[in-house]
């Protein structure tokens, strides 16, 4: 490659160049202008004055913006800049000045211009009303009072000097709007500005670090080998040494090098080459087309081609098609022979003529001969004319899908061999077009494969893997888990996101499931969490009942197995995510190791890929069935165009304030590549080319309608905002161009040019083309090719009932329920934050406005305060600053952290009786005697939902009759806090139920009747059973009755707080016996396969 000998040269002359020898190249290139722009983003805007930021938003100046601005200079250093760089930083100090000139003369002046308006003959009454200046002088008063204005109003315009003419008002408004209007000219320069000194200190920076880099990017090694060549001092040497060590020099596919690539070899075989020395001059061979240029969005410049092709001596044609049939390179030169066929004059078409190359003959299998190009025409509406965008896609690919169908069915042959469906293709525009097509031949039994050698950076399934990622890096943060449970790998709808909203103890559950992989990310890296995860959330089994489950799977195993390969992402899931945002914008170099990986089960199906991956490929049939549709291009900013330089070479032009004439020349040379992909698309092809045109909405803008219509699509839009030009093109056009095509090229080859309605093919007509005289139009009843139908065997076994995942919230909500079925697989946790209003005679407390009454209640909320307790230490004062934060990624930060942190000390410092009469004080037990967070499975096997609530409800009273359901599987759930005090160990769970405003709410009587409501009584027994097994495995010597302490529920709005009289308030504490804890041991002794934790 041309990277590869650019490194060879950087490597023999690394002293002359000035960088070490040897270094590695790197995939990271794009890494300095990155890395610059964020610098000035964070010292130029985040503390910027007003000043600047006025400007700045003026300029619509943003991260996302100049990030493309800088990468568009940086991908093109040889180009012109439109306009040159200048000083952005005089435009807002003159902003400020002129708005505040502005917002006095308004104050001091705008009625009395108002005034003068209104009297008859003043002013021009065709520009000037005053219900006309009215507004705009309201406009230019609320323009003058928003600190951050979005744009410049056009009142601004309205009311400039230069409109008044010679009768100018008693007024320095005027004369103020229009300096403003010429400044507004500097205003939207500001970001070609800024982005032009960025890179230009991000090159000169990184030419100093070169000195010393440990590794090379693929840019680097051209732009160092360019200007060492352009180096006065030195590059006529290096030029020298290069022709020597090189004499001869062969460039193949040169239409797609870059202006960078092609000064390069310019300047070692071209302009600096001797002549006359009497040895044999150096040769530099370049062997391109410019007709299949279709690279501009990697960087490839046909114009570079152009200038070699100026530059050389001697030009030699390839004249003969080696791949199509005789028919077919017949219908394609009829299709281009027209004038400026490519809308460039430089890039021309010479008709071909047929190789020697041997071709293999396609024999229809019912006995009718086909066209070697089909036009399959799209019939448009009787009364409009034409067709809506979605109706002629459901044309074309019905179409398309039953002629494909039927040539697979009717015993077609290729040569010897039966037409298998991998010598087919269907070249598409977009992917979204292959998924399409991809659908259709599904639904009709036919397997397709979309051909992609595409990066799997670039696939949804890595988009969505970055989300699951984040949200394992911070399984507090809910709009990251929903994010990443709203993917299709995780596949959560709306419905069940929703309920996670109002259901804490089911967000804290699936927090802790991705916390359990950061955790395993931490301890075995991330291709054993990843497995882990996408193993317990059936990821593989989701994917697997999609139609392209083989592809995603395989994406997304690829993917973790990439992640286990870099170093950064090793390091963790934050790590991770830093190292592949970086590679993703900075473009991935190494796509061999990022391709998409190749499928066994590809090899025979029908092929679908974009004309761009085709190139260089042939097939024997190609279906196209997307050709008609085109859209107006996008030219975003900066936009690109060509010119010829002083020196009378081709350049490139970055153009940021782009001028109507500049526009569409930018159209037009976009246009010209979309024509040289047609002519790439229609060259596929050995034996048959199905071609979709017609009148349809955007068929003005295809390449079809120059090439048989003769519209030009550049002129199809006038390149003002807004407008667009009449629809250009009518079903009498089209007929019009297909005749006089189909006549052309008949001429040369009857059995070349056929032209069908797509309703006709659909039905299972088609063309015949019975002789010399047909005209194509003739149609016949094709083999029904329909498969016998199937019936499935029926299904006469049972399936045992699958253990599940349940919870305690699954049982509770089954309490009132007697369906006598299965638990349902993983349901969460329930609410904690039932609300239990306060009673209207009661006076509210002094406390009324406190923090804990005020914040809002919720799963949400409860989350937000978990993680809180989670981080905090209980001996120490809180961090406020993780207290934000936490407020932050929970949606709260119009809450005072301080406050926040103040009511959560008094819970934690309050002391505690456990059901014993002992007090206990969460600060005195130390960091090492706690654990928070336990993760416990409790395994039963025929578990009853009754028993279980009977065997609870001999000490504690719950309100609910209980179901008859049974389960087989674990019980899952998380301990919030378990500790050891005293000898005796203690669970504790928080809860954030708001039960009224006032601290007799959350004495004994109502937290007794709020653990009865919410059957908190059976979580606790639950969990001092999970805590019973535990600790009897773990503790030598255990006793129940010795080292459990009890369970206490500590909520969080009444802890703290003292009501005269009335102990223990906020804190409800209980024990269950051994006699209870011993029956439910038994409840769950028969345990399922795969052992409890």
Request: charged share 25%; hydrophobic share 45%.
């Amino acid at each position: 490659t041309i990277h590869g000998f650019c490194q060879r040269v950087v490597d023999e002359h690394a002293l002359s160049i000035g960088v070490p020898s040897g270094l590695p190249v790197s995939a990271d290139s794009a890494a300095p202008e990155l890395d610059r722009l964020a610098d000035w983003w964070r010292a130029q805007a985040r503390e910027a004055s007003p000043a600047r930021l006025l400007a700045f938003g003026l300029a619509g100046l943003t991260p996302d913006a100049l990030h493309a601005a800088v990468k568009a200079l940086a991908a093109n250093p040889l180009a012109r800049v439109e306009p040159a760089a200048g000083d952005w930083r005089a435009v807002e100090g003159e902003l400020t000045a002129l708005r505040d000139e502005l917002a006095a003369a308004l104050g001091r002046e705008g009625d009395a211009l108002l005034d003068w308006i209104g009297v008859k003959g003043n002013a021009d009454g065709n520009r000037f009303r005053v219900a006309w200046v009215t507004k705009w002088l309201d406009a230019l008063r609320r323009f003058c009072a928003d600190p951050h204005p979005a744009e410049l109003p056009d009142a601004i315009g309205k009311l400039a000097a230069p409109r008044f003419g010679d009768r100018p008002p008693p007024s320095t408004i005027p004369a103020i709007c229009e300096r403003l209007s010429t400044l507004a000219a500097s205003i939207a320069r500001l970001p070609a500005w800024i982005a032009q000194e960025i890179a230009a200190v991000a090159a000169a920076e990184r030419r100093d670090d070169l000195a010393r880099a440990q590794s090379l990017g693929f840019d680097d090694l051209l732009r160092l080998v360019h200007d060492a060549l352009a180096d006065r001092e030195g590059g006529v040497a290096l030029a020298t040494a290069l022709r020597e060590r090189h004499p001869l020099a062969l460039i193949d596919e040169c239409q797609d090098t870059d202006p960078l690539q092609w000064a390069i070899f310019r300047r070692i075989y071209v302009d600096d080459a001797p002549s006359g020395s009497g040895q044999a001059p150096p040769a530099l061979v370049l062997v391109g087309d410019p007709k299949q240029a279709i690279y501009a969005f990697r960087g490839a410049d046909v114009y570079s081609y152009l200038d070699a092709r100026d530059a050389v001596r001697r030009i030699h044609r390839l004249g003969e098609n080696q791949r199509a049939s005789r028919a077919l390179v017949a219908a394609i030169n009829a299709i281009f022979r027209r004038e400026r066929p490519f809308l460039v004059d430089e890039i021309g078409f010479s008709e071909a003529g047929v190789g020697a190359r041997p071709r293999r003959p396609l024999e229809a299998g019912d006995g009718a001969s086909r066209a070697a190009l089909t036009v399959v025409r799209l019939q448009a509406d009787p009364e409009s004319g034409w067709l809506g965008a979605s109706a002629a896609r459901r044309q074309a690919v019905d179409a398309c899908v039953a002629e494909i169908g039927r040539l697979l069915g009717s015993g077609a042959r290729l040569g010897d061999s039966a037409l298998r469906p991998a010598d087919i293709a269907v070249l598409v525009n977009a992917h979204w077009q292959g998924t399409e097509i991809k659908r259709a031949l599904a639904a009709a039994g036919i397997g397709a494969a979309e051909v992609s050698r595409d990066s799997v950076l670039a696939t949804l399934e890595c988009s969505e893997l970055m989300r699951i990622v984040a949200a394992i890096a911070d399984p507090t943060d809910p709009g990251l888990l929903r994010a990443a449970l709203a993917t299709t790998l995780l596949g959560e709808d709306a419905r069940s996101l929703r309920a996670l909203d109002s259901d804490a103890g089911g967000a804290l559950v699936t927090a802790s499931r991705f916390a359990r992989a950061r955790e395993d990310w931490r301890r075995h890296g991330p291709i054993a969490a990843l497995r882990r995860l996408i193993r317990d959330e059936d990821v593989g089994a989701r994917l697997a009942a999609t139609r392209d489950g083989d592809r995603r799977l395989t994406n997304l195993l690829h993917l973790v197995e990439l992640l286990g390969d870099d170093e950064e992402a090793r390091r963790g899931p934050q790590q991770a995510l830093h190292a592949w945002v970086r590679r993703r914008l900075a473009g991935e170099a190494d796509e061999r190791e990022t391709e998409e990986l190749r499928l066994e089960s590809d090899e025979d199906l029908v092929r679908i890929l974009t004309v761009h991956k085709s190139k260089g490929l042939e097939f024997p049939v190609v279906f196209l069935p997307y050709a008609w549709s085109s859209k107006s291009p996008r030219l975003a900013i900066p936009q690109t165009w060509h010119e010829r330089a002083p020196e009378g070479h081709w350049r490139a032009v970055l153009d940021f304030a782009p001028t109507q004439e500049t526009t569409r020349q930018c159209a037009s040379e976009s246009h010209a590549e979309a024509l040289r992909a047609m002519y790439v698309a229609l060259t596929r092809a050995e034996q048959r080319c199905y071609l979709f045109w017609g009148v349809a909405a955007g068929a003005q803008y295809s390449p079809l309608a120059w090439l048989l219509a003769g519209v030009d699509p550049s002129v199809q839009k006038d390149w003002r905002p807004g407008f667009k030009a009449p629809q250009p093109l009518d079903v009498q056009a089209v007929d019009r161009g297909l005749d006089a095509c189909r006549e052309r090229a008949n001429a040369s080859d009857p059995a070349s040019v056929v032209v069908v309605d797509a309703p006709a093919l659909a039905a299972g007509l088609g063309p015949t083309q019975a002789g010399e005289g047909a005209a194509g139009d003739e149609r016949h009843a094709l083999a029904d090719v329909r498969p016998e139908a199937l019936t499935a065997r029926p299904w006469r076994a049972t399936i045992a009932a699958p253990l599940v995942t349940t919870s305690f919230s699954a049982i509770v909500s089954a309490l009132h329920a007697d369906d006598g079925g299965a638990r349902a697989q993983d349901a969460v946790e329930r609410p904690d934050h039932d609300q239990f209003p306060a009673p209207l005679d009661e006076a509210p407390a002094a406390g009324e406005a406190s923090i804990r009454f005020r914040f809002p209640s919720g799963a949400q909320a409860g989350v937000c305060l978990h993680g809180v307790l989670e981080d905090a230490r209980f001996d120490a004062r809180f961090d406020r600053r993780a207290v934000a934060d936490r407020l932050l990624r929970g949606g709260y930060r119009r809450f005072d952290a301080g406050q926040v942190a103040e009511w959560l000390e008094q819970v934690v410092a309050a002391p505690m009786r456990d059901a014993q009469g002992e007090t206990i004080r969460l600060p005195e037990v130390p960091m090492a005697r706690q654990v928070r967070e336990l993760d416990f499975l409790l395994c039963g096997h025929a578990v009853s939902d009754r028993a279980l609530i009977e065997t609870v409800g001999t000490e504690f009273a719950i309100d609910a009759a209980a179901g008859a359901a049974r389960w087989s599987g674990f019980l899952r759930g998380f301990v919030d806090l378990v500790f050891e005090h005293g000898g005796r160990y203690y669970l504790l769970d928080w809860k954030s139920n708001h039960l009224g405003d006032s601290a007799s709410r959350y004495a004994a009587g109502p937290l007794a009747t709020a653990m009865r409501a919410n059957a908190y009584s059976l979580q606790a027994c639950l969990y001092a059973l999970a805590l019973h097994r535990w600790l009897r495995r773990r503790l030598r010597g255990y006793d129940y009755e010795r080292h459990f302490g009890g369970a206490l529920y500590v909520f969080l709005r009444g802890a703290g707080l003292e009501v005269p009289g009335v102990e223990r308030v906020g804190v409800h504490a209980s024990r269950p016996s051994a006699r209870l804890i011993d029956a439910l041991d038994r409840l769950f002794a028969a345990a399922p396969r795969g052992g409890e934790r």
